[in-house]
């Protein structure tokens, strides 16, 4: 079942094509933007739970996004970067770069 989030982020990454960058994927991933009621799933939570639980960044005293992570793989290297947020507030961000071993 496609969820409003899982759309909207499929739909942002193809507009960040041809030049993604980890960052660029990061700042995506804190959209906090939530779904209109109709497009919500009915997964039995209830209605508002379902509209807190609807954006990509989740943010609620009791609930909500720690970690985002973005991972590309590219022909020559390998990019790995990972956001932390602390009670909905950017924390420590690393990154990594690889080189890709030949096949």
């Known amino acids: 079942t496609p969820w409003p989030k899982v759309e909207k982020a499929r739909h942002d990454l193809q507009r960040s094509l041809p030049a993604p960058s980890p960052e660029k994927l990061l700042a995506l991933l804190t959209s906090q933007a939530v779904a209109a009621d109709e497009l ?7 209605l508002p739970l379902e509209r807190m639980l609807s954006p990509l960044f989740i943010r609620s005293p009791q609930y909500g996004t720690r970690v985002s992570t973005a991972l590309m793989l590219g022909r020559e290297r390998i990019h790995f970067a990972e956001q932390t947020f602390n009670e909905g507030e950017p924390g420590e961000c690393s990154a990594f770069v690889f080189d890709r071993l030949p096949a």
């Open 40 to 46: 919500l799933p009915d997964t039995g939570v209830g």
